[in-house]
């Protein structure tokens, strides 16, 4: 009697397998019930605290000369959880339709290896995140009009937010959440782990410091910086393995300025912002009051200027180490190929000799 065996394409219900081709599929239904949530009366406020954003204040705003409108700003607060997991769902929905319907297929027409397989989706997923963001965040600035740097500190604590400023930040934290299940539904190898779980723990530790700290005005000016430095670096990655080799290599050396650049800039700005700016406030304004939002110490201040500064010089002295181990490897690529062409050289030359000598004995003889 035949034994059948299971279709690797039909995999059985509720196993790992099951879980990691239909993860999208399973994470939109979970997300759909909070929203199907909102139509019953019975369910809408639990709802609600997943899909809304909550702890708003009205207050009045001068928006002409002699004319005051109430305005509704939100601050940060224990509610945002809920909020921060159902846009992680969202987010883990994004990331797969975005890698069936684009990256998978432009993956097909190009034929790579696995290894450029896996960074190439990489780079293509942290591109489209990155643009957004950037996007998203000059939006702000335009409409907060944050183009002085003594809106970075003028006005603190910076807590009371306008809905796109937090929303933009809530989904920044939901975003670099879901790189950790994301790690288990894409097979992510182990060698790989370390690498992604550094940077996304590193942005949700800054990220979300910055937000409940209300220090969000320089938060988004650096996230600025530091996303577009990694924009043209995923870009040119992307262009290397699409075989553009002549725009990517110009690229390449397009970001190693902004890294650099973009690492001055924070240094910068965290100084001024933390250093010179804050400390400018009156003494009775230089406090801690978590219902208020106020962390302008000296202990404070400093803790988030040595965090910033040390994270800028970690990224630094990796991106050193890193030009100087390429440049080795160029040299004793070089080195190699030296030797091997001069006994080409060599051979052909022994070659031509040999074969003269006999034209030379015939005529003497």
Request: proline residues 4%; contains cysteine; positive net charge.
């Amino acid at each position: 009697m035949a034994v059948k065996r299971r279709s690797s394409k039909n995999p059985p219900v509720f196993s790992h397998e099951f879980v990691i081709q239909n993860h999208a599929d399973i994470v939109a239904c979970v997300a759909m019930v909070f929203v199907v949530g909102l139509m019953f009366q019975v369910s809408s406020p639990l709802a609600s605290l997943f899909i809304a954003l909550h702890h708003n204040v009205t207050l009045p705003v001068e928006v002409a000369p002699g004319q005051v409108q109430d305005m509704i700003f939100y601050t940060s607060g224990s509610k945002d959880l809920p909020a921060i997991f159902f846009y992680l769902l969202i987010a883990i929905v994004m990331h797969q339709i975005l890698q069936e319907y684009l990256l998978d297929r432009v993956n097909r027409k190009l034929h790579l290896s696995k290894i450029k397989h896996t960074k190439f989706n990489e780079s293509g997923q942290l591109l489209s995140f990155y643009a957004v963001s950037l996007l998203w965040a000059g939006d702000i600035i335009m409409r907060e009009n944050l183009f002085s740097i003594r809106q970075l500190w003028e006005g603190y604590p910076h807590n009371q937010m306008t809905f796109m400023f937090k929303f933009f930040y809530i989904v920044q934290m939901a975003y670099w959440l879901h790189v950790y299940p994301e790690l288990y539904f894409q097979k992510v190898k182990r060698e790989d782990m370390p690498a992604r779980i550094q940077y996304a723990t590193l942005y949700l530790l800054f990220i979300g410091g910055a937000y409940f700290f209300s220090y969000t005005r320089v938060a988004l000016c650096l996230l600025v910086l530091q996303y577009f430095s990694e924009a043209v670096f995923h870009a040119s990655r992307l262009l290397s393995y699409a075989d553009k080799t002549d725009v990517a290599r110009p690229m390449f050396r397009i970001h190693d300025l902004l890294f650099v650049l973009a690492r001055l800039g924070s240094i910068t700005l965290a100084v001024l912002t933390f250093w010179h700016g804050l400390a400018q406030a009156p003494v009775a304004e230089q406090v801690v009051d978590w219902k208020a939002g106020v962390f302008n110490t000296f202990l404070f201040r400093i803790m988030a200027l040595v965090s910033v500064c040390g994270l800028q010089a970690w990224l630094m002295m990796n991106f050193i180490t890193f030009q100087l181990k390429k440049r080795r490897e160029d040299a004793a690529n070089s080195s190699v190929a030296m030797p091997s062409g001069k006994s080409k050289k060599t051979q052909q030359e022994k070659a031509k000799a040999r074969k003269e000598k006999p034209k030379k004995r015939g005529q003497r003889g």
